[in-house]
């Protein structure tokens, strides 16, 4: 009976814990169609994002992170707080592009980005003074009602995520 019980307890904490970054979004744990990821990002302004940034000193929240479906990507006006593994903020912002490719991570599946081209501006390339450099970043999927979103980890996560729905194309019209 304690043994079921510790079993119990562990099965519990373990859904606690893989669930507590997920208050209005859900990791995609399913396989996504790849040709279903593709599509323009922005920050998602039903989540706490905006207050979050807003609060590390950023006032720009015009990010775009466009992915394509040839495997190719762009990000423009991503506050600069996305690579650092502190969470640490400069209030810059990046800009960028280079390829982007879907994997497993743990449970959930991932968004990975390989940069290999930089926008002069940006607080990255300025800090680490060499853009010829290939970096890497991540976003997880989400599932939401329609399509996917993405969820960015601050600090590995321990300063909360930002979320980024897709854009829809009657809001804004086509852009890129």
């Known amino acids: 009976m304690k043994t079921k019980l510790s079993l119990l307890a562990l099965f519990v904490g373990m859904l606690v814990a893989c669930s ?9 744990r399913e396989e996504p169609k790849k040709e279903s ?9 039903d989540s706490y994002s905006d207050d979050m940034l807003r609060s590390m000193g950023y006032d720009d929240l015009s990010v775009r992170i466009v992915l ?3 495997g190719t990507f762009s ?3 991503m506050p600069d707080c996305w690579l650092s593994d502190r ?12 390829t982007w490719s879907l994997y497993k991570s743990d449970s959930v599946y991932t968004v990975s980005l390989s940069m ?5 501006r940006s607080t990255f390339i300025q800090e680490k003074k060499n853009s ?12 939401e009602k329609v399509g996917y979103g ?26 890129d």
Do not use: M
Request: glycine share 12%.
């Open 20 to 28: 507590r970054f997920e208050g209005t979004f859900h990791f995609l």
């Open 68 to 70: 394509k479906e040839d």
């Open 150 to 175: 993405l969820a960015l980890a601050l600090a590995a996560g321990d300063n909360g995520y930002i979320y980024f729905r897709r854009e829809k194309e009657c809001e804004l019209g086509p852009r």
């Open 87 to 98: 969470g640490d903020s400069e209030g810059g912002y990046d800009s960028c592009r280079g």
């Open 37 to 45: 990821v593709p599509g323009v990002f922005v920050l998602n302004r």
């Open 132 to 143: 010829r450099f290939c970096y890497s970043g991540a976003f997880t999927l989400t599932k």
């Open 75 to 77: 990000i423009s006006q």
């Open 116 to 120: 290999d081209r930089w926008s002069d």
